[in-house]
Structures are given as C-alpha cells and as structure tokens.
Nanobody, 114 residues
Framework: VQLQASGGGLVQAGGSLRLSCAVS????????MAWYRQAPGKQRELVAT???????NYADSVKGRFTISSDNAKNTVYLQMNSLKPEDTAVYYC?????????WGQGTQVTVSS
C-alpha cells in the first residue's frame, strides 16, 4: 500500500487548507485511516481517524476545526482544516492500517503564520 499526501502550504492564522492522501489500493476494505502530525522537537501525534464504517475521532486540540473524510471512489482520504492556528504548524502524515500493518505517506508541511 502506497500513500501520497498533498495539499500542505503556508497560510495565515484563521485560514483553511485541505490535505489529501491518495491511496494506491481500494480503501473500501481498509479498517482505519488517519492523519498524524509532528511539529519540530515534538513527538508525532494523532490528529484524526476515520474507520471503514465512517466513524470519526479527533484530538481535542482540533475538534470543531478539522474534519476527516474519505472518498471510496477516489481512494482518497481528506483532512479539511479550518480556523488554523500557529500551533497547527507541523508536518502532516496520512496513515492507514491494512491487514494489521501500518502504512505511512511521505508527509506534507503545513505552516500557519500569526
């Protein structure tokens, strides 16, 4: 399984970005898909997850601002990020769990200026 993340960039505080993660196989049978992020000097943290059944979960720091979704027809997972804050600055990684294995994308940089 290969993942290709895109959509990062530089945005002012209060702005929006949408990240995309293209998956090399059908996501219909993938149990769990997620976005993580890692800021400089910090550990990678879970941002949001979505299951094959459509259930979602979010880190407290992004609840109400970020939305994770998936498009089975496009084999793509999205992260819509609104009301961005400087503390959201990080490299964002997409992740899927398939047949008990973790797969990671290459990461996309999100920088939020104050």
């Amino acid at each position: 399984v290969q993942l290709q993340a895109s959509g990062g960039g530089l945005v002012q505080a209060g702005g929006s970005l949408r990240l995309s993660c293209a998956v090399s196989r059908s996501i219909f049978s993938i149990n769990s898909m997620a976005w993580y992020r890692q800021a400089p000097g910090k550990q990678r943290e879970l941002v949001a997850t979505v299951t094959s059944g459509g259930s979602t979960n979010y880190a407290d720091s992004v609840k109400g601002r970020f939305t994770i979704s998936s498009d089975n027809a496009k084999n793509t997972v999205y992260l819509q990020m609104n009301s961005l804050k400087p503390e959201d600055t990080a490299v964002y990684y997409c992740n899927v769990v398939f047949r008990a294995r973790d797969y990671w994308g290459q990461g996309t940089q999100v920088t939020v200026s104050s």
